[in-house]
């Protein structure tokens, strides 16, 4: 007869099962030893043993006098070496395109059928404060809220790949978002397209209407792709006249 789990496998364990599906993310701190304790009803040795083994794992670190929180290891793996692949080989982003086509599709589709109330609530607040930024000049903000939008739904279809990759993806491909962005701020008529394709996924998603959340998450990231191009083409004339009226100085 197999003899039942120590306790401090078993508070490891829910740890773990909270750093899958989001709940806590890189960069968080732990509660503190004595409340995390009495939140999952555990003594301060078996949760010291739990943390420990996380520790070993590289899932969580703990910084001496300043608490313990959850790493980027899971996600370091993936961002850092495509991060440096695609700037490396350019030619590579439609590649990353096409992958974010399936996954932002699918999450759509998951999130229109498996979302609880509580992440519609999420998604609500993610949307009105990107619309709140959309409407202001701050890219920072823009960027930071566009993001959490696509995030809060790609966990909200409780598949724990999708929340990881979909963060993983924004993480590696920061840079394009930023400098595509900025282009269509500066152009009035797209920056309304963009911000009612955010509303119609949001819409879709909310009214449970599966089939039209994939296709507008499709169509989002067709003009995505379409846009990106003219960043890209826009931002190599900038450097070519640049470089012209360096040559001529």
């Not at 793996?77 to 992958?99: C, N, R, S, V, Y």
């Not at 039209?212 to 792709?225: C, E, N, P, T």
Request: aromatic share 4%; proline share 3%.
């Amino acid at each position: 007869m197999p003899s039942a789990p120590r306790l401090s496998d078993v508070v490891a364990t829910e740890l773990e099962t909270r750093i899958l599906e989001g709940s806590l993310k890189p960069g968080d701190r732990l509660p503190a030893e004595r409340e995390l304790a009495i939140e999952l009803g555990v003594s301060r040795p078996s949760l010291r043993g739990a943390l420990q083994s996380l520790v070993a794992k590289g899932l969580l670190v703990t910084r001496h006098g300043g608490g313990t929180f959850v790493t980027d290891s899971m996600q370091a793996a993936f961002t850092d070496p495509w991060q440096q692949m695609l700037k490396d080989h350019p030619d590579i982003h439609g590649d990353m395109l096409e992958f974010r086509h399936m996954l932002e599709g699918q999450a759509a589709q998951l999130a229109a059928e498996r979302a609880t109330d509580e992440d519609f609530e999420r998604i609500r607040s993610c949307y009105e404060a990107l619309e709140q930024a959309f409407q202001g000049q701050d890219m920072e903000k823009c960027i930071e809220t566009d993001v959490a939008f696509h995030q809060a739904i790609a966990e909200a279809s409780h598949n724990v790949l999708i929340g990881h990759l979909s963060s993983s993806l924004h993480k590696v491909m920061q840079g394009h978002v930023e400098s595509n962005l900025a282009y269509l701020n500066e152009r009035p008529d797209l920056w309304a397209q963009l911000r009612e394709q955010h509303r119609t996924i949001w819409e879709a998603v909310r009214e449970r209407r599966m089939e039209v959340a994939v296709r507008a998450a499709h169509q989002h990231l067709d003009f995505v792709q379409l846009t990106m191009r003219e960043t890209m083409k826009n931002e190599e004339r900038r450097s070519a006249a640049t470089r012209r009226l360096g040559a001529a100085a």
